[in-house]
């Protein structure tokens, strides 16, 4: 891959990734503990003991993507890389990818093959520092069913087993003894019984549940009436002046540029076209019409600017600090006023405030869902709604159930979907005000995103027992199981023991 594709492949990354969610969304369940599954795969290769080092390191060492308790997670023809690898592509070919010459999935699979690689290397050190050891005749029976050693009838085959080199039979017999390993650690793991107090203590974080009607009012529905009042408080904001600028490499041969201007070496125009890392040296220098708050953003020193806006046309500024590096400006035009009648000046005030302000929006969303609330207290809800000409929205009752967790029912807005929603319910302020509010009351606005929202609580459900019955079933049977095959991957890739340099080592391999 080329070094100019480097950028482009972190783009195409969120393509595919769409593509791996989308599908991930159609069949959770293919999905859920994918990386992990993988460590229990019984594969045939012929290749060294990962723990020992067979056939695992020494060469190849500019492939190391990181490290787990000292043990380098190394790609090496052949190795328990190479198989997690082709075995992750087998999967993903089997579910309809392309693989074949396309990097963006390429980058996938390699990285899920490491993944699966890092907690293979965590599970056995484990095992190796716990002194726990399989069986050698619990290892011996099953080489013997090896597919390699298995005659035409399925029965093992002393001839196969000894037309094998030592070696390579030796590996094969590590092999079985470290998926032995691997599977009791995980039998162990996933036999421990749940008890039936846990059980029930999860499934009554369900309880109570409450239902509401909602309105929202949009932050971008921020008046023009209330545009036009902040602009006339700040109208100087929004004057204009036309200039030029040169940025050059350092303060210094800014300041030497600019001399040479000034004493009739070079004039301004083919001084700026001479520096080609500034992205105006191909028009002189001329950067056009910049209001004053884009000198705001632009000069970071408000004595600098106000140096600036003194200047008549024509005059050079002197070298100035700007958030591009060190820049003089030539003025090409007078100061121009503000005129909050033409349209395009208030359209740069309305971006500005959109930009910079955007707190007078929701303080503006936020006291129109205040007044609501005094006509809601008045009048009733639906009559308020009606009054305002607001839409209404009924929400099914859900318990707090901050960040949708699956074990509960999730929060679920009419015609809010994805980040909106999920937002939400990460917004402990939401929970809190949702659910601390009396029934049949308003409770106080919530801004979340673009939206301020105002929720009404029209029941509360106390008692469920057939749902709680069915939450701590649910949570016993598969959701802990589950979650916890969720959870192995973060926690052993996190783990202080983990030394991780994929980002870095697939970057730098890949766009050689």
Known sequence: ???????????????????????????????????????????????????????????GGDWVFGHYDKIPIEWIPGNTFNIFYDNVKFRYQSQGFDVNNNRW??????????????????????????KYT???????????????????????????????????????????QEELAKQMFFDDLFAIHVPKSEADFFARMALPMRGFEMVAFNVDDYPESESLAFALENPRLFSSMHVSRITGPSESETRRILASIKNGTVTFEEAARNQQHDQYADRGGNIGVRYFFEFEQEIPNSADREKLYSLRRGELSEVISTVNGWAFYRIEGDIVQADFEDEIIMDRVRSYIGSFERGRMEDWAIEQAREFNTVVNEFGFAEAAYIRNMERQNIEPFPVNYGSVDLFKALAIPGAFGQDVS??????????????????????????????????????????????????????????????????????????????????????????
């Not at 899920?112 to 095992?127: G, N, R």
């Open 1 to 59: 891959m080329a070094k100019k594709d480097k950028k482009a492949l972190v783009q195409g990354k969120d393509s595919s990734s769409s593509e791996i969610a989308k599908k991930f969304k159609q069949r959770p369940l293919l999905y859920i503990g994918s990386v992990v599954i993988l460590v229990l795969i019984i594969i045939t290769f012929i290749g060294g003991d990962f723990i020992s080092g067979g056939g695992f390191g020494g060469q």
């Open 105 to 130: 999935i390429e980058y996938y699979l390699f990285k899920e093959a490491y993944d699966s690689l890092v907690i293979h290397t965590a599970v056995l050190q484990m095992l190796k520092k716990s």
């Open 134 to 176: 399989v069986p050698e005749k619990k290892v011996d029976r099953e080489v013997a069913q090896h597919p390699r050693f298995l005659d035409s009838n399925g029965i093992f085959s002393k001839t196969l087993y000894r037309q094998m080199p030592e070696s390579q039979r030796l590996n094969i017999w590590r092999q079985r």
């Open 423 to 512: 937002e939400l319910a990460r917004n402990e302020n939401f929970w809190k005000t949702a659910f601390s509010t009396e029934l049949n009351t308003p409770c106080e606005p919530v801004v979340q995103g673009s939206y301020v929202y105002v929720f009404f609580p029209v029941e509360q459900i106390e008692e469920d027992e057939f749902s709680l019955d069915s939450i701590a079933s649910n949570y016993s049977d598969f959701w802990l199981e589950s979650e916890t095959w969720r959870m192995i991957p973060s926690y052993f890739l996190k783990h202080e023991k983990m030394k991780d340099n994929f980002e870095e080592t697939y970057s730098r391999i890949f766009s050689e």
